[in-house]
């Protein structure tokens, strides 16, 4: 799910309906265990991107430096890199190059996602006890004790 799909469903999911308050206690459990399967999934997500950037990261230091082999080029798709670049530089060329700044960006979203969902899952621990203090209040209101 993009975070923009996922914002929509914990938008809808926080509506309280005070007309229902007893059914919306017994949702909780189950709107906190959705948030935590989308929270584990992103993790995993977040972590295969954080790996395959690792591993990106590596080879475009070898590209750049000029330590990759003419056959890992061509698995790659990859032209020869023609300017000699000095260990100390490769860092500078490896974040301007393309293919690694659209991943390093994917990532960094995948990290807002994750933390966005963390915030949700404990949004949605407190749901049970916003409802229960909703029925309290009912109850003091109506002289109910």
């Given at each position: 799910m993009t975070l923009t799909e996922i914002k929509k469903e914990v938008e809808k999911d926080l509506d309280i309906d005070s007309t229902e308050l007893g059914n919306?206690?017994?949702?909780?459990?189950?709107?906190?265990?959705?948030?935590?399967?989308?929270?584990?999934d992103e993790k995993n997500n977040l972590h295969a991107m954080?790996?395959?950037?690792?591993?990106?990261e590596k080879d475009k230091w070898l590209y750049y430096t000029g330590k990759m082999?003419?056959?890992q080029l061509e698995e790659r798709g990859w032209e020869p890199?023609?300017?000699?670049?000095?260990?100390?530089?490769?860092?500078?060329?490896?974040?301007?190059?393309?293919?690694?700044?659209?991943?390093?960006?994917k990532l960094n979203q995948q990290k807002e996602t994750v933390s966005y969902l963390e915030n949700v899952v404990k949004i949605m621990?407190?749901?049970?006890?916003n409802v229960k203090s909703a029925i309290e209040w009912y109850k003091f209101t109506q002289g109910i004790s």
């Open positions: 919306e206690a017994l949702k909780s459990p189950q709107l906190h265990n959705k948030y935590l399967c989308f929270l584990l954080e790996s395959y950037l690792n591993t990106l082999s003419q056959e890199f023609d300017l000699a670049v000095v260990r100390q530089d490769a860092d500078r060329f490896i974040a301007a190059d393309k293919e690694y700044s659209e991943k390093f960006l621990s407190n749901r049970a006890w």
